[in-house]
């Protein structure tokens, strides 16, 4: 009750409608869990980093600064900090209660032609993206996301991009699954539908199938690439013998 009470008083729209596909195809997707126990941590150290500096201040830590370059003006620079600290520390119920609500009203949207995100609370957007622009898939996770079981799903598009260094394009269009904790159903549900949209020729006919990128897969095959190079190398010095 008190979310939706909130989320009438902040203006935040109502549940997305499901982006073109067929009836019944809509699967809906949402943050996992940790994600929000992950933004909430880096909510309270971002906090408590503001609050030791406050305090610092307060208590004099620039004290000798603020004495010579301010003189009668240090009490008023200490009143401003005092204001400044007390105003933070007021408005952390409510940022804390922000974090809470980009985590319930945040959709992911998938049917069987297209896909749909929406985010933010303040500053609401939300992104189509239908099968026949995708070009790639990439599932990436950091070290805190692998450790809090955590992934993003990156799905680009070529519209509007420009060429980049070591192939790759700049400028592309993009749709984030940000913090799932079941990325690889997700990933293989949306490849599995563009497949069929494919197959079923919905599309243009131009696309070529999606790569998707895995950072240890990448890496595989540019060791068994290397491999075979050196072995073409030593095997015309091994004839020569």
Request: glycine share 8%; hydrophobic share 45%; aromatic share 8%.
């Amino acid at each position: 009750m008190l979310d939706q009470w909130v989320a009438n008083l902040v203006r935040i729209p109502a549940e997305p409608a499901p982006p073109d596909g067929s009836p019944g195809s809509v699967r809906i997707f949402r943050a996992g869990k940790n994600y929000y126990r992950w933004r909430i941590l880096m909510w309270a150290l971002q906090h408590l980093v503001l609050m030791l500096l406050g305090v610092a201040l307060i208590l004099g830590f620039f004290n000798f600064v603020t004495r010579r370059l301010l003189g009668p003006m240090q009490d008023l620079s200490i009143a401003i900090e005092v204001v400044a600290l007390a105003l933070l520390l007021a408005g952390m119920p409510f940022t804390y209660y922000l974090q809470r609500l980009d985590y319930r009203f945040r959709w992911y949207m998938v049917t069987d032609r297209s896909l749909r995100i929406r985010s933010g609370i303040w500053s609401v957007e939300e992104l189509t993206m239908t099968f026949a622009n995708i070009q790639d898939i990439a599932v990436s996770a950091g070290p805190l996301q692998g450790f809090l079981g955590l992934a993003d799903i990156e799905v680009r598009s070529a519209g509007g991009g420009t060429p980049g260094p070591n192939g790759t394009t700049l400028g592309k269009h993009s749709a984030r699954f940000e913090g799932v904790d079941n990325a690889e159903a997700l990933r293989d549900l949306i490849m599995e539908r563009l497949r069929h949209y494919r197959d079923a020729g919905l599309g243009d006919g131009d696309h070529q199938a999606p790569v998707v990128h895995e950072p240890l897969h990448a890496a595989h095959r540019v060791l068994a690439e290397a491999r075979a190079l050196r072995s073409a190398i030593e095997s015309p010095r091994t004839a020569d013998r």
